[in-house]
T-cell receptor, first 115, second 114 residues
Framework: AQSVTQLGSHVSVSEGALVLLRCNYSSSVPPYLFWYVQYPNQGLQLLLK??????LVKGINGFEAEFKKSETSFHLTKPSAHMSDAAEYFC?????????????FGTGTRLTIIP | DTAVSQTPKYLVTQMGNDKSIKCEQNLGHDTMYWYKQDSKKFLKIMFS???????INETVPNRFSPKSPDKAHLNLHINSLELGDSAVYFC?????????????FGPGTRLTVT
C-alpha cells in the first residue's frame, strides 16, 4: 500500500520568504510523485511531477521539488513567496503499474502568505 | 478549450433524491477517474475507467454508479442521496499508456445534500 504524509496542515510565510512544504511517502514500488495546487473553489492543477531521471524537478510558478529516496521525501520549495501562491497544496503518489494509476493524496497544506 | 469539464458546478438536493454529475475530457485520454473531496479537503479516489472499462472501485457504496458511454465521458450517478454524500466531486483523466501518469482534473462539482 502507498501513503503520503504532509507535515503541517497550515504554513505561513512572509512575502518574499522561502516556501518549504514537506511531503513524505511510503510505497512498495518505485513511486511516481506529484504536487498539485488548489486555489479556492477551483480544481487541482499540476505543479510538478517526478517519474524517473533527475531527482530535482522544476515546475510551474517557480516551484521545484527534490526526490530523496533515502529519506522517502519529496519536499516542495520556492525561493521567494508571492501573494498569489496562497492556496492548498497536495502531495500525491502513484503506483507505476499500468492499469492501477490511482493517486493517493496527502491531507494537504494550506499556504498563507503574509504581506 | 476546457480540457476536463464537469456539469453541474453546484448541486443542491434533498436526502433520498437521485442525481447525476457529468464529466467530459477532450484530451484524448484513455483513463478517467472520480475523486471525492470531503469537508476537510481530503481527496480519495472512488473509481477509474480505462477505455470504458471499470478498473478501480474503491469500496464505494452501491448507491454510486459510474457510467462511461465512451472514453471521453465518465458520468457519476448517485441514488438515494445521504447527508454524508455532501462533498466536492472531481473528475480527472490521464494517459498512462503513453508513460504520462499525471492526472488532469476538472473544476469540481460541489454537492450539498440537505
Amino acid at each position: 500500500a502507498q501513503s503520503v504524509t504532509q507535515l503541517g496542515s497550515h504554513v505561513s510565510v512572509s512575502e518574499g520568504a522561502l516556501v518549504l512544504l514537506r511531503c513524505n511517502y511510503s510505497s512498495s514500488v518505485p513511486p511516481y510523485l506529484f504536487w498539485y495546487v488548489q486555489y479556492p473553489n477551483q480544481g487541482l492543477q499540476l505543479l510538478l511531477k517526478y517519474t524517473t531521471g533527475a531527482t530535482l524537478v522544476k515546475g510551474i510558478n517557480g516551484f521545484e521539488a527534490e526526490f530523496k529516496k533515502s529519506e522517502t521525501s519529496f519536499h516542495l520549495t520556492k525561493p521567494s513567496a508571492h501573494m498569489s501562491d496562497a492556496a492548498e497544496y497536495f502531495c500525491a503518489v502513484s503506483k507505476t503499474n499500468f492499469g492501477n494509476e490511482k493517486l493517493t493524496f496527502g491531507t494537504g497544506t494550506r499556504l498563507t502568505i503574509i504581506p | 478549450d476546457t480540457a476536463v469539464s464537469q456539469t453541474p458546478k453546484y448541486l443542491v438536493t434533498q436526502m433520498g433524491n437521485d442525481k447525476s454529475i457529468k464529466c467530459e475530457q477532450n484530451l484524448g485520454h484513455d483513463t478517467m477517474y472520480w475523486y471525492k473531496q470531503d469537508s476537510k479537503k481530503f481527496l480519495k479516489i472512488m473509481f477509474s475507467y480505462n477505455n470504458k472499462e471499470l478498473i478501480i472501485n474503491e469500496t464505494v457504496p452501491n448507491r454510486f454508479s459510474p457510467k462511461s458511454p465512451d472514453k471521453a465521458h465518465l458520468n457519476l450517478h448517485i441514488n438515494s442521496l445521504e447527508l454524508g454524500d455532501s462533498a466536492v466531486y472531481f473528475c480527472a483523466s490521464s494517459q498512462p499508456s503513453r508513460g504520462s501518469y499525471e492526472q488532469y482534473f476538472g473544476p469540481g462539482t460541489r454537492l450539498t445534500v440537505t
